[in-house]
């Protein structure tokens, strides 16, 4: 028997009647009753029930196994179709039966039960079980609103690793939550937030984005995906990394637009995206890209969405392209709002555009932007998880990604049929989790 969590407990609860008894032994050590606790196990454990009575023929003596509890959660359907052998020195009508969490017949019933022990895997189901989420997203499996039930603290250890939202830095929470409605419902002053977002960006000890002055245009949007969007339907011809940008993939209407920029050659005047920096390639790599296509007049944009927790200092000439996407969504805890931005060299004529031209774009989360650049450096949540990373990595053994919050190990593998199509970030264990808990459990 396999279960793919690490066991806390192990609890048989048997109703013996006449003289029937039971004894539960874990890895050739009688259990004390019937209760096997986290600290006699190891990850493969050799499990034996034996019954006895006093009369071999005493059909008045048996036992029933009413409850067999992993955890506190009852697995007697796996428990009842082990093997059950009668001991031929009292009946010798049958040597083997199912148990069918009955027994009559004196004999034993011996079985291997081995549990997902791994660190990861320990942190993952106490957090799944400890702090369970009964209003969980983004999610597109659903339901979003649910109940408490073993079949969702086991799906919800599986994924704990598997996403990329931001950390809950209670800092940005705070203030958030004390942010006024009535303060945010007013159009933007757009010349002075675009340069106070400009100045914002380059006050960073780690990133400097040079020639904003190039782009003409500025616009607000409801997270990067509306300019994605606007991209992609400009373009007869889309070369992106292949992994990145499950978006594209998940409903195929853009399929036969799409080329993989690293493999296929790219032709002269086609639309380009990158995301800058990204979990797959290099910095390195992907501005050489960007150089090869802007030598052949391609339309170029530029995702920054993971800018500000990069963990290389960088430097990027917006020279070189024509649109750039910057949003802080997979840095501050801001995903239920969404703000985000495009500079552009030429006026884009899209929605993005049209709601910021007669100034009918949200308010409130553009203001709110706005009052956390007031607050929090752009370095802020970089350089207060630093450390914190740091220490996650060294105590489950895990290496960097080029992104703060993400990074590899040896048993985390690409899943062949993913929660997306073109999704690739499940190769990763993203610390979101593990950051928000750190300190309050054993890591």
């Known amino acids: 028997m396999n279960v793919d969590f690490p066991i806390d407990d192990i609890k048989f609860d048997f109703d013996c009647a006449g003289t029937g008894r039971v004894t539960v032994e874990c890895n050739n050590r009688v259990v004390e009753n019937h209760h096997i606790l986290s600290t006699e196990l190891k990850q493969s454990n050799d499990i034996k029930v034996s019954f006895t009575k006093e009369d071999p023929s005493d059909q008045g003596s048996f036992a029933v196994l009413k409850n067999f509890l992993i955890n506190g959660h009852d697995h007697g359907d796996q428990f009842k179709h082990i093997a059950y052998h009668i001991d031929q020195n009292y009946h010798t009508d049958e040597k083997v039966i199912n148990n069918n ?143 990145a940008y499950y978006f594209y993939r998940y409903f195929g209407n853009n399929e036969h637009k799409l080329k993989d920029v690293f493999d296929e050659e790219i032709q002269p005047g086609s639309h380009v995206l990158f995301e800058l920096p990204t979990l797959y390639y290099s910095n390195a790599s ?42 802080m969504n997979k840095t501050w805890p801001v995903d239920d709002i969404r703000p985000a931005w495009r500079w552009s060299k030429q006026k884009i004529k899209d929605a993005s555009s049209f709601e910021m031209e007669i100034t009918i774009y949200p308010k409130i989360p553009a203001n709110l932007f706005m009052h956390l650049v007031e607050k929090f450096p752009f370095d802020f949540v970089y350089d207060k998880y630093q450390t914190q990373v740091e220490n996650l990595r060294d105590q489950f053994g895990l290496t960097q990604s080029p992104v703060l919050w993400f990074t590899k190990h040896k048993s985390v593998q690409h899943d062949v049929n993913p929660i997306f199509p073109g999704y690739y970030m499940d190769e990763f264990v993203c610390l979101r989790k593990l950051l928000d808990y750190k300190g309050k459990y054993w890591w």
């Open 286 to 327: 992907i501005i050489e890209k960007i150089k090869e296509a802007r030598q052949k007049n391609c339309t170029i944009a530029l995702d920054l969405t993971w800018l500000p927790i990069g963990v290389d200092d960088i430097e990027i000439d917006l020279d070189l392209v024509d649109e750039v996407y910057f949003s």
């Open 101 to 243: 969490l009955y027994f009559g017949y004196i004999g034993s019933m011996s079985f291997t039960l081995t549990h997902k022990n791994d660190l990861l895997t320990k942190a993952a189901y106490t957090i799944a079980n400890n702090e369970f989420e009964y209003v969980k997203w983004p999610m597109v499996q659903g339901p979003h609103y649910r109940e408490k039930t073993f079949k969702n603290i086991l799906r919800d250890t599986k994924f704990m690793y598997t996403g990329s939202l931001a950390p809950r830095t209670t800092d940005i929470i705070d203030v958030m939550h004390s942010y006024q409605i009535k303060d945010a419902k007013l159009p933007l002053k757009v010349p002075e937030s675009r340069k106070k977002i400009e100045d914002w960006i380059n006050s960073s000890k780690r990133v400097t984005i040079k020639n904003f002055s190039l782009m003409t245009s500025f616009n607000f949007s409801g997270g990067i995906i509306p300019s994605l969007d606007s991209f992609a339907n400009r373009a007869d011809t889309l070369y992106l990394p292949k992994k």
